[in-house]
């Protein structure tokens, strides 16, 4: 258990790309007033992001003869060299804007303009590491958050929550298909491998990617 008091001072709207999954996004479309394929055109981006893999498994495991040169480029000045095979995340993500902050995050008053319908991950950071630390201000240095105490409350590690959450994602994009899950998705996004941000990707680009699981 972890002592925890949130300051509110949005250093963690600022920094990450937040996804959305599609129980969430409908929630925060009727919270606007919008129809969900409005709100996915104004407010989100693909996001693809890859990590080396073995051929095979369980997983959403794509060829590198589907990743655009371009990106392999990029990945072999990383990595030192081009994985045969990628393990492919293909998700929706919150707009960001230039300064980094999510496109919901108000710095006026405000904060998180669509709280109610934040996403999980939102609602547990910064409990929402894999890596589970004993220390979770070392991970996370900017939430003071956790330098306080909320009375006598004291908060679990529910990290495990949230990736079971996106691994249930994950196993319906393998089974019905990226487009078979969304109804609707941006024309483009981003494209990432590990944490690095390798650039644009346009949807031409992410389908290719994922084509087995289009
Ligand atoms: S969780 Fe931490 S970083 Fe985010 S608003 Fe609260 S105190 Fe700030
Ligand atoms: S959805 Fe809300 S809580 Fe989550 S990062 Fe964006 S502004 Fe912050």
């Known amino acids: 258990m972890y002592d925890f008091k949130c300051q509110r001072c949005g250093e963690c709207c600022k920094r990450y790309y937040i996804i959305s999954l599609p129980g969430e996004v409908s929630a925060q479309a009727s919270l606007k007033g919008l129809e969900e394929g ?3 055109a104004r407010n989100m981006q693909l996001f693809l992001q890859l990590f080396p893999a ?3 498994g369980s997983r959403i495991n794509v060829s590198s003869s589907l990743v655009p040169r371009k990106f392999l480029d990029m990945i072999s000045g990383h990595a030192g060299h081009i994985p045969e095979f990628f393990l492919a995340l293909p998700m929706l993500a ?5 300064d980094g902050s999510c496109t919901f995050y108000d710095s006026g008053n405000s904060g998180c303009t669509i709280y109610s319908e934040r996403p999980l991950e939102c609602r547990l950071f910064p409990f929402v590491s894999d890596r589970k630390p004993d220390d979770y201000s070392k991970l996370y240095p ?4 956790l330098r306080h105490k909320d009375s006598n409350k004291t908060y679990a590690d529910l990290s495990f929550v ?4 996106v691994a249930d994602y994950f196993g319906m994009v393998k089974e019905k298909g990226f487009s078979g899950v969304w109804n ?3 024309n483009g996004g ?3 491998f590990t944490d690095k941000l390798l650039g644009p990707i346009t949807a031409d680009e992410f389908f290719g990617v994922i084509a087995p699981y289009k």
């Open 38 to 40: 409005d709100f996915i």
């Open 54 to 56: 073995e051929h095979g």
């Open 94 to 98: 919150f707009r960001r804007r230039e």
């Open 142 to 145: 900017f939430c003071h958050g």
């Open 162 to 165: 949230h990736f079971r959450q």
């Open 184 to 186: 609707s998705w941006p």
């Open 190 to 192: 981003v494209c990432l």
